[in-house]
């Protein structure tokens, strides 16, 4: 890098989020990379060159591996336009696409063929996706593998849509198995269908009966299953959407022991509690549920501990009719919390609440995302590095209107709640996330 080089944009920060601290600095952008990260002060040239406010800090984009985008087939539910513009305006970067819920679910090459064929030209942000591991495809996996997946879902209990049917303890086995000869990664909805079929089912709109139907001990049950299936088989396995804290010592003994085993834990577990989510209002619906300010607190201890890794919004829309709202019935209602573009906001509002740095928040829904699907060009402020950028404001406030909100069905638990830090503005490779949709779709192993 010599100074006399033009980039076609520089972003000056005093300060900025890299792998190294916060900084003052200049960043240097060609082509859609990070050329160059210097002092503040040295004076790069760009073509272009985009200069933070003072209460501004930049970000990394931010990477969530949760996102259940649903077209098509579903895509009244969300769509692939909809939902990586709400993502934009949340300053994340890169989704990984759920293999469910989508008409087909991404569980052959040629499923994920139709999906990669909607989504290729409406994507506003860089799109990845997962495969999905159900009864019967086992033979899939591997040629799902080579076109480019980032890994595989599996639901140990019901999934609640029929075509995505859930693996029995010997068929987890076995595809784990198969996943571990070429090395690819299960990722789990782990909760054990016999302790909820145990568990009193009481419908009705009262979340405490909701709360009942779907215990901790579901969770618990199915990751001590799952750690002895991962230990037996040697397989790398990931925990997600975790809202149980009890089960926190036994995955750190599994890791002490050399499973390969990672989690992750989502905004309204962190943020929610079931003490405060009124009769009937089923936007806070999700499987496993919202749990106790208890709980709530030792997830967050969890994630202080390092034993969860990564917050990733478990974005899982569906039509507002869909959630019941007539009847407020929980049993009845579609689970899922649909938080694409506030899960930054959210997070980040509880973190500074608790005395939590930016930069944890920032290593949780960034770079932490980005290794744990093995995306080296993403996550980080840092040269080679793809220049997917958010400017964020941490201590400007706002209060949550669903109508601007840009997912395709706006409803949402958040709704008017006070909620600190703005992302200002979001650049996918250098070039602010606008009106076309730039995204492209990613495969594992591309850099
Ligand atoms: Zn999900």
Redesign the pocket.
């Known amino acids: 890098m010599t100074d006399t080089a033009t980039h076609d944009l520089v972003v000056r920060a005093a300060r900025a989020l890299t792998p190294d601290g916060e900084r003052a600095v200049e960043v240097g952008v060609t082509a859609g990379r990070i050329e160059t990260v210097v002092p503040l002060g040295t004076g790069l040239a760009g073509s272009e060159v985009l200069e933070l406010a003072e209460d501004e800090v930049l970000l990394p984009g931010l990477v969530d591996s ?1 996102v ?1 985008v649903n077209e098509p087939g579903r895509t009244e539910w969300e769509g692939f336009a909809t939902a990586t513009r709400a993502a934009a305006a949340g300053g994340v970067t890169t989704i990984v696409d ?1 293999p469910l819920n989508s008409l087909p679910p991404t569980t052959s090459v040629a499923n994920l063929a139709v999906k990669k064929q909607r989504a290729v030209d409406q994507a506003f942000v860089d799109v990845g996706f997962w495969g999905g591991a159900v009864p019967g495809n086992t033979a899939d996996l591997r040629p799902l593998h080579d076109a480019g997946v980032f890994g595989f879902k599996c639901f140990l209990a019901d999934s609640g849509v029929p075509e995505f049917g859930h693996l029995e303890d010997a068929e987890l086995r076995t595809d784990l198995a198969e996943l571990t000869s070429f090395g690819a990664m299960m990722i789990v909805h782990a909760e054990d269908p016999g302790t909820l079929e145990d568990a009193p089912q009481e419908p009705g709109p009262t979340y405490k009966h909701f709360l009942a139907s779907r215990p901790a001990k579901a969770e618990s049950t199915a990751i001590a299953g799952l750690i002895d299936a991962a230990r037996v088989t040697g397989a790398r396995a990931h925990v ?2 975790l809202s149980d804290a009890d089960s926190l010592p036994m995955i750190a003994a599994a890791r002490a022991e050399g499973v390969r085993l990672t989690v992750e834990t989502c905004p309204h577990y962190l943020s929610l509690d079931a003490d405060h989510v009124p009769d009937g209002a089923t936007a806070y619906k999700c499987c496993p549920p919202i749990r106790e300010q208890d709980n709530q607190d030792r997830l967050w201890q969890g994630l202080r501990d390092g034993l969860i890794d990564v917050v990733v919004t ?1 974005h ?1 829309p569906a039509t507002a009719a869909l959630k019941e709202p007539a009847s407020g019935d929980f049993a009845e209602a579609w689970g899922g919390v649909a938080s694409l573009q506030l899960g930054l906001a959210v997070v980040w509002t509880e973190a500074r609440r608790r005395g939590v740095p930016l930069a944890d928040v920032v290593r949780w829904m960034s770079a932490g995302p980005a290794a744990l699907v093995g995306l080296e060009r993403k996550g980080g402020i840092a040269v080679g590095k793809d220049a997917d950028l958010a400017v964020f404001a941490p201590e400007a406030t706002f209060v949550v209107d669903p109508t601007r909100l840009h997912h395709k069905n706006p409803v949402t638990p958040y709704s008017g709640r006070d909620l600190t830090g703005v992302v200002r503005r979001t650049l996918l490779r250098g070039r602010p996330v606008g009106d076309e949709p730039a995204g492209t779709l990613l495969r594992r192993g591309e850099s």
């Open positions: 949760h259940h759920m997600l959407h478990d899982s």
